[in-house]
């Protein structure tokens, strides 16, 4: 999972311009892969018990962040479910292409993974699934690190 070029932000007519319209969609419907659960499990598998400092000040961090991770992957939780119970799907495919066999799934950072030739609101993106279910295991590790209840996230 490297960086994805085409999700930078446009500024400007004149950049605007040069880009196609369908990699300028901004929505808030529409989510990126929540990659900095890797960052955050990353910082969990760095706590060393013979640097205490460093522990006290990454616990803090977690303090400060977990409400923000909650609201970040509650958001998630809310916006990009399917249409059936415990199943995820990527906003922002474009259902009226008739330019696309299979139309791009930009959102997804897998933009040429294969995926239903018809999109709509039944699809079911295991890719997304995974990644829900990655960072309810981050975050109830992080609960677990600050004190909080881990059990929202382990059911």
């Avoid at 419907?29 to 060393?48: C, H, K, Q, V, W």
């Avoid at 239903?116 to 295991?126: I, K, L, M, N, Q």
Wanted: charged share 25%; with cysteine.
């Amino acid at each position: 999972m490297g960086c994805r070029p085409q999700f930078f932000q446009i500024l400007g007519d004149e950049a605007r311009s040069r880009v196609p319209d369908e990699f300028i969609i901004q929505n808030s419907e529409y989510a990126n892969p929540p990659s900095f659960f890797l960052t955050i499990e990353s910082m969990l598998d760095s706590l060393d018990p013979d640097r205490p400092d460093e522990v006290d000040k990454t616990l803090k961090f977690f303090e400060f962040a977990y409400p923000r991770l909650q609201a970040w992957y509650n958001w998630f939780n809310a916006t990009q479910t399917g249409s059936l119970i415990g199943s995820y799907h990527w906003r922002g495919r474009n259902i009226t292409t008739e330019r696309e066999l299979n139309p791009k799934t930009l959102t997804s950072g897998l933009d040429d993974y294969p995926r239903a030739s018809h999109p709509g609101p039944e699809e079911r993106h295991v890719d997304l699934y995974c990644w829900m279910a990655y960072g309810a295991g981050v975050l109830a590790r992080v609960a677990e690190e600050i004190g909080e209840n881990p059990l929202p996230y382990r059911t």
